[in-house]
C-alpha cells in the first residue's frame, strides 16, 4: 500500500556472471513517474547470485527518500528469501542457518546485510518475474548486465575474493570473455545459458498443476551452473 508521504517506485534487477564464479555485472532500472534512471556496473570475480544481490542493493541505494518500492527480479535466490523474511532470521541467529543445515554459515551474509539496511527506510515488497520472457525492463536489465560483465571495466568485489583466493587464477583468464547464447532464447537442452553460459538440461516439474490452474508446463530447461530455470512456449499445456 502506497504511503502518501512517500513517492511509489518500480525498481527492476538482474546479474548474473561469465561462468559461475567469474566475472559478473548487474542492471537496474528505476522508474517514478516520468523520470526513468538506469544503472550498471561489474566486478572482475563474484557469483550470480551476489550480482542479483548487488543489483537490488544498488537500486534500493539510488533511493534519496524513503519511498514504497516494487522491486522485481528473476531471482529466486532473492525473492524467496525476501519475501518469506528468511535474511532476518539469519541476522538474528547471528548468520546462521535454523532448521534444516542448523548452524551451517550462511552464504553472502556481507550482501544480505547490506541489503537489509538498504531496505530499511523504504516499504518494499519483492516480487519475482520470469525472465527471458520479454519482459521489457528485465531485458533492459538483463543487456545492461551482460555488457557491464563483459566490459573493459570491473571492480573487486573484495569480500568474495578474500574468501577465495584459490580462484585468482580466473581473474586474468576469464576477464572479458563474452557470455555465450547471450541475447538468446532457451529453445533446447544443450543450448549454452545465456546468463552464464553453462549447457542447459531439460527437466520435468516435481509437482503438477494445482487445482483451478488453466495450464502448466510440462518440461522447462534449467542451467545447472547458475540455476536459472527457463520456461518455454512450446512446454505449455493446458490443463
Known sequence: MTTPSRQSVTIYTD??????????????????GSHRRELSGAFRLTTNNRMELFAAISGL???????????????TYLVSAMQKGTPQRWRENGWRRKGKGAGEAV????????????????????????GHANVAENERCDRLAVAAATGRTHAVDEVFEREHPELQDRVKAAGRRPVAGAGKKVTHAGQSCPKCGGAVEQRKPKRGPKPGQAYYYA?????????????????????
Open 219 to 239: 518440461y522447462y530447461f534449467t542451467c545447472p551452473d547458475c540455476g536459472t530455470n527457463y520456461m518455454v512456449e512450446e512446454a505449455k499445456r493446458q490443463t
Open 61 to 75: 541505494d539510488a533511493l534519496k527518500s524513503p519511498c514504497d518500492v516494487l522491486l522485481y527480479s528473476d531471482s
Open 15 to 32: 546479474g548474473g556472471c561469465v561462468g559461475n564464479p567469474g566475472p559478473g555485472g548487474y542492471g537496474v532500472v528505476l522508474f517514478s
Open 107 to 130: 552464504k553472502n551474509p556481507d550482501l544480505w546485510k547490506n541489503l537489509l539496511d538498504a531496505e530499511a527506510l523504504h516499504e518494499v515488497s519483492y516480487l519475482w518475474v520470469k
